[in-house]
């Protein structure tokens, strides 16, 4: 596989929201407002590609009775560094996400690209492919976000859209609605795009 | 070494630990001045915050200049004073100049729907009435339950009253469309019935908690040199 093809598989082909279903519980979480989303995606592609590329660079001198440990941990560094970072730079958005900065530790798709791609890759390859699921992810967010925040506040971005009239929908700002917004776009992008598959 | 031999994993983990770990550490204590100082800051800003239309009145300092952010510290030491008490976790400060008591601010605690909150409460130099609250910390449900930080909804505090003929007001919720008639009512946030009764709650119960350890009696006990 090029370069370019192992990003768009895993960023679309394998989008690992949408056709592996992992990452959901962020998905959930933090998709109410567009910012949060986007800030959250970045996290998650900066800690994966750079997770994806430590581990992969490791991965002949790992043990294999201790790699997931050594994969969780370097995943768990990344994401920490995130975190501080945030703390220190942007302090009103690492209040909005609270907990969830922390919890992309947890988060699968990093466990499951470290285990199906870095540990037996290229570092350069692992690397992009950590892009492309971080991507992939972020797009993902991104797209029920802007559902979320459209309807439940009438804004994008902060920014007002819908005007003073638009009566805001309670369900939306709740997370509830993401579960639902979820479940309708994994059905209809997996009718539309994999159906032949299926 | 050997891969497969039993030492080697265990070396392998270590190593990598520390060398990660060693990372985090360096980076925590590079940004730990600025974290520190990021939550101070928000802190002092809002409490100065629900004293500036105060300050501002009586000719003291503007609003502007109370909360530029280099006057900050300046003036956080200058007009806020840090009272003794018993209560943990709580805090209670004196807001004066140095000719007169502006109020007072308690730093109060209570639960909301998903877990604690905490709240910056100021009273009138009487100790009656409420001049402003602002909730500073909590988890409520993002643009639900969370809007008790807007102004919308904490301004709603200022000016009330706290007792009635020497008993506590007990304030109550009316619907978020409807207008407040009698003194004692606050429009709710629809959708969050639960947290706009935790803050309700949590301003009486700390209240009481904060009249029963009488700021008075450190004051006596001062005096009398205990």
Request: hydrophobic residues 45%; proline residues 3%.
């Amino acid at each position: 596989m090029t370069k370019k093809e192992i990003f768009l598989v895993s960023a679309f082909k394998e989008n690992s929201v949408i056709r592996q279903i992992l990452g959901i519980c962020s998905s959930l979480a933090v998709t109410n407002l567009m910012m949060n989303s986007l800030i959250m995606g970045l996290g998650v592609i900066f800690s994966v590609s750079l997770a994806n590329l430590t581990i992969s660079y490791i991965r002949n001198w790992t043990p294999r009775s201790v790699r997931m440990m050594v994969q969780t941990l370097i995943i768990a560094a990344y994401v920490i560094i995130v975190d501080i970072f945030l703390k220190a730079n942007m302090p009103d958005i690492s209040k909005q996400l609270g907990p969830y900065v922390g919890l992309i530790i947890t988060n699968c798709i990093l466990m499951g690209r470290a285990e199906a791609f870095a540990a037996k890759n290229k570092p350069i390859d692992s690397f992009i492919d950590g892009l492309g699921a971080g991507v992939g992810y972020t797009i993902v967010l991104l797209l029920i976000a802007s559902i979320r925040e459209l309807f439940g506040f009438g804004t994008l971005f902060g920014i007002s859209i819908m005007g003073s009239w638009w009566t805001k929908w309670s369900i939306m700002v709740m997370a509830p609605s993401a579960f639902f917004i979820l479940a309708i776009l994994v059905w209809i992008i997996n009718n539309r795009y994999y159906s032949s598959k299926a | 070494m050997n891969e497969k031999s039993q030492i080697y994993p265990i070396l392998f983990m270590l190593a990598i630990t520390i060398i990660f770990v060693g990372i985090l550490a360096t980076m925590f204590r590079l940004y730990e001045p600025k974290i520190k100082r990021n939550e101070e800051q928000s802190y002092q800003s809002q409490l100065l915050l629900l004293f500036a239309n105060t300050l501002e009145t009586k000719g003291i300092i503007s609003k502007d200049n109370l909360l530029k952010q280099e006057n900050l510290q300046e003036n956080f030491s200058k007009f806020v004073h840090k009272l003794p008490l018993d209560l943990p976790e709580r805090n209670a400060y004196e807001v004066k100049t140095d000719s007169e008591v502006l109020g007072y601010c308690y730093d109060i605690l209570g639960n909301g729907l998903w877990g604690s909150m905490r709240a910056l409460l100021a009273l009138e130099p009487d100790k009656k009435t409420i001049l402003g609250l602002v909730v500073y910390s909590q988890m409520e449900t993002p643009g639900l339950g969370a809007r008790i930080e807007e102004e919308g909804f904490r301004s709603q505090f200022s000016g009330r009253a706290l007792y009635e003929n020497g008993k506590l007001v007990d304030l109550v919720l009316i619907p978020e469309d409807q207008k407040p008639e009698r003194d004692n009512e606050i429009r709710q946030i629809t959708g969050a019935t639960i947290t706009s009764s935790s803050v309700l709650k949590m301003i009486k119960d700390e209240i009481v908690k904060f009249d029963m350890d009488t700021l008075t009696t450190h004051k006596d006990k001062e005096e009398k040199g205990l």
